[in-house]
């Protein structure tokens, strides 16, 4: 795990995660995955999954919704719900134009 952040109310958690393997010719993708609070995180079914993304940061705009920013990569996957949680993913170059800000948003 590289990092989570929890909803405002608690009751979800948004864990951004790395998964990889293979050694020197290997393979790497990263995953948002959204959980209730309670449920141990698990990789497997994340709503987001993405190759080669350099940036991202998480954002709840409200009790269960979740924005997802990211710069560049290849997006595998982007479920707009999870665990009764709805997502929103912006792919904004510009928005970290001026650096890679905190992983949990405002």
Known sequence: ML???RS?????VATFFREYGGGAAGW???GVQ???AQVQFRAGGAPFEARHVDKIQLAWTGRASLEVRYSAGTVERSRTEASGASI???DDV???AGGVPPLCGP
């Open 34 to 36: 959204v959980l209730p």
């Open 28 to 30: 790497q993708w990263f």
């Open 94 to 96: 510009r928005y970290f």
């Open 3 to 5: 990092g989570e952040c």
């Open 8 to 12: 405002p109310d608690g009751e979800f």
């Open 88 to 90: 929103r993913y912006l």
